[in-house]
């Protein structure tokens, strides 16, 4: 093969990330763009503790090396500053490409930049698939289905999106990206995964990311009001970030192209968002109503069957159980270690 690079994996090379039955499996060569971001550098954890070589391409737009620097050192790991606009060579089993901004502060600040993101990022790592024989395994998102008609959402759901509107470069980039999948899958062989991934939250996310989650613990721990925007009864279902990790590898090892929804089918007004935040962290926290944002989507809950069915997956982990994890890191980070502060 032209493109071994004498890592010595090459028996898994081009087998597109499939482990031969009965063999002892050999570490794996592993790209996960955005992977010093918040979902990707747990992804990178679980991969690197499972004995695989892992590859981050990052350009650190919303990730920072803090997510990934425990990995510094380890000859498994390797972190390379590349922004996915721009075409990369690599010798890789299995591609995880996640590398795009998720809160709709940080993709509406640069839409064009996203949409190149979503687009021209895409491609180039389904070429780099297609050159290697790697599998590629896209996240998409829940907002594939905008402002859904269809409630909870099914993955046949075509959805309602507004190809014009403040969030199209997200949505409508992501929309492409699984068309640039399905296509190379179809068209060139390349053997592809398609998750689509509801609201996630967890330790290392962004903390001014001004997603709600982040934004009401943050706010709860700087004892500032929390933000509800609009008349708080619009709906999410919000995911602890271990349950996504292990559906994406769950989605990537086996036999299924997808798409497949990813989330926590536990259901949540923004209202009742704001109470539990207030039982987990300050029951005094006050609640202020501010102007919603454009094309704001207003319920969305997954239907995850498919992904029980074919994937053996389900959440494990409760919004009540998963909050309180993400509280300790948030309080660590917005108080560095004065804890007595924190209280
Ligand atoms: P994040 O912003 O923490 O991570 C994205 C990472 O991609 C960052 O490290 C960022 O620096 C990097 N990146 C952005 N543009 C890049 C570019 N052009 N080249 C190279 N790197 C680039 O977001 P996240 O929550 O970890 O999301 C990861 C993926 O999951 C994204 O594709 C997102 O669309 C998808 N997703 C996330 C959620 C969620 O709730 N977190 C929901 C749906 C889909
Ligand atoms: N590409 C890349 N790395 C590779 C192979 C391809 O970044 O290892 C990029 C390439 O620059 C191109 C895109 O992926 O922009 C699509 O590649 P493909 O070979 O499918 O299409 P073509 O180059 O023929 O347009
Ligand atoms: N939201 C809110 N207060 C905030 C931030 C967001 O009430 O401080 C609302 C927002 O209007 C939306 C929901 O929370 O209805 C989820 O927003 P987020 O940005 O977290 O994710 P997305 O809209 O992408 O699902």
């Not at 029951?283 to 919603?292: D, G, L, Q």
């Not at 319920?299 to 992904?307: E, M, N, V």
Request: aromatic share 8%; glycine share 10%.
């Amino acid at each position: 093969n032209n493109h071994a690079t004498g890592f010595g994996f090459g028996s898994s090379f081009n087998s597109g990330g499939k482990i031969p039955l009965g063999l002892k499996r050999k570490g794996l060569r592993i790209v996960v763009t955005g992977g010093a971001g918040f979902v990707g550098s747990h992804l990178v954890d679980r991969l690197i503790s499972r004995g695989d070589s892992v590859i981050v391409v990052d350009n650190f737009f919303t990730g920072r090396k803090e997510n990934v620097m425990h990995h510094f050192g380890n000859p498994r790991f390797e972190l390379i500053r590349h922004d996915v606009v721009e075409p990369l060579l690599l010798e890789v089993d299995q591609i995880y490409h996640l590398a795009c901004p998720a809160s709709p502060v940080h993709y509406k600040h640069n839409p064009v930049k996203t949409i190149k993101t979503n687009v021209v990022g895409t491609l180039n790592m389904l070429g780099l698939a297609k050159r290697v024989g790697a599998r590629f395994l896209l996240t998409s998102t829940s907002e594939v289905y905008g402002d859904p008609l269809q409630h909870p959402q099914v993955e046949s759901y075509w959805g309602n999106v507004n190809p014009i509107g403040v969030r199209s470069c997200y949505d409508e980039g992501k929309r492409t990206a699984e068309t640039l999948t399905m296509d190379y899958h179809r068209g060139a062989g390349v053997e592809v995964r398609i998750a689509r991934i509801f609201n996630t939250y967890g330790p290392r996310m962004c903390i001014d990311d001004g997603r709600v989650v982040s934004n009401f613990v943050a706010q709860a721990l700087r004892k500032e009001p929390l933000t509800v925007y609009g008349d708080g009864k619009q709906t999410r279902s919000f995911q602890y970030v271990s349950d996504l990790v292990e559906g994406l590898m769950r989605l990537m090892e086996g036999e299924h192209v997808g798409p497949f929804n990813l989330g926590n089918p536990g259901e949540f007004t923004m209202l009742e968002l704001a109470q539990v935040v207030q039982e987990t962290i300050d029951a005094n926290a006050k609640i202020e109503f501010r102007p919603n944002t454009e094309d704001d989507p207003h319920k969305r809950k997954p239907d995850i069957s498919k992904a029980k069915e074919f994937l053996g997956w389900e959440p494990k982990v409760p919004l009540r159980k998963g909050l309180p994890m993400m509280v300790s890191d948030f309080r660590q980070r917005i108080f560095g270690d004065h804890k007595e502060n924190a209280a």
